[in-house]
């Protein structure tokens, strides 16, 4: 039996607990006895407490009671940790257990914890595309990578957020027992065995600017407006009244991207939105976006989101 540690806490998210888990615990079905996995919950103290959802967990070991030998070692996330520290006997947990580990990582922002612990230098790693800019400011010896669903860097395995449990868990199943195992799973749990395409499907790119009426606040409201039009830098400067040069500098500094991929994920933002929302011809929305053509948009797609317009209308599409 493989034996997986997973390391929980008061007002942990109770599904990037219990998703890898009944992945695992389903793919004991399909595997010869004895080879499959064993799991066991790792908690501040025996008592119950409550997730972040208000369910009762009840950890089967203490932090202390923790020894090495565990096969796989995971930290699930919680909506405290991108702000709190985690409790320093988890960190002690951690350093015990997890060298003796083949793999360990984290679902969700768990990633936080292991840069407290010292396990993020120098590795890629993923987490919930919100919090995924904190943990690379927080954490900047970690490679960072925001739109990735699951990440292997050696030992080390990291997800994004809640659900992407289940997709990391799938894969390491995977991993130990083919392909056809982990597809029985994802039959079993509903799911697709391997999503395609990355956070970004699921993320809105674009926020509003925080200062309303600023020549970027223009700039903005100009673009959602114009999307059909060319929308050069020069017309975008003239919005704002800058210089071409001026504008582009301080747009860059104050946006963290270029005009030309500003405009670009405003037009992906709308595609998706009338992709979700009803039943217009890729050639219409391909227009009404400013794309020109389809094969433009279906081109912009694969680059942003991973998957074709076509497949992000099938997984997105609100009834």
Request: hydrophobic content about 45%; proline content about 5%.
């Amino acid at each position: 039996m493989r034996s997986v540690a997973m390391i929980i806490f008061p007002e942990v998210q109770a599904l990037d607990v219990s998703g890898p888990m009944d992945a695992f615990v389903e793919a004991n079905a399909f595997i010869a006895e004895g080879e499959g996995y064993r799991m066991t919950l790792i908690g501040p103290e025996r008592q119950p407490f409550r997730a972040s959802n208000g369910m009762l967990l009840a950890p089967d070991l203490t932090y202390e009671e923790a020894k090495p030998g565990f096969d796989l070692v995971l930290v699930a996330g919680g909506s405290g940790l991108p702000e709190a520290a985690p409790d320093p006997r988890l960190i002690t947990c951690l350093h015990v257990i997890v060298g003796a580990a083949a793999r360990y990582g984290s679902v969700c922002t768990g990633a936080f914890v292991l840069g407290h612990a010292g396990l993020l230098e120098g590795r890629r790693v993923t987490t919930h595309w919100q919090n995924a800019p904190v943990l690379a400011r927080m954490f900047p010896e970690a490679n960072v990578d925001f739109d990735r669903i699951y990440i292997r860097d050696g030992a080390l395995l990291t997800s994004a957020g809640v659900t992407a449990g289940i997709d990391l868990a799938l894969a390491i199943i995977s991993e130990d027992h083919g392909s056809a195992v982990a597809l029985a799973v994802a039959k079993r749990l509903v799911v697709v065995a391997q999503r395609q395409g990355g956070q970004s499907q699921f993320s809105p790119y674009l926020a509003a600017p925080a200062q309303e009426g600023s020549p970027i606040a223009k700039v903005y409201q100009h673009v959602m407006a114009h999307l059909r039009d060319r929308l050069s830098v020069a017309d975008l400067a003239e919005q704002a009244g800058m210089s071409p040069r001026n504008f582009a500098r301080a747009f860059v500094q104050q946006v963290q991207v270029t005009p030309a991929e500003f405009v670009e994920q405003a037009r992906v933002d709308a595609a998706r939105n009338l992709l979700e929302g009803n039943d217009m011809a890729l050639k219409a929305i391909a227009f009404e976006c400013g794309f020109g053509n389809v094969q433009r948009m279906r081109l912009v797609f694969a680059k942003r989101l991973g998957v074709t317009p076509n497949q992000y209308r099938a997984s997105f599409r609100r009834s």
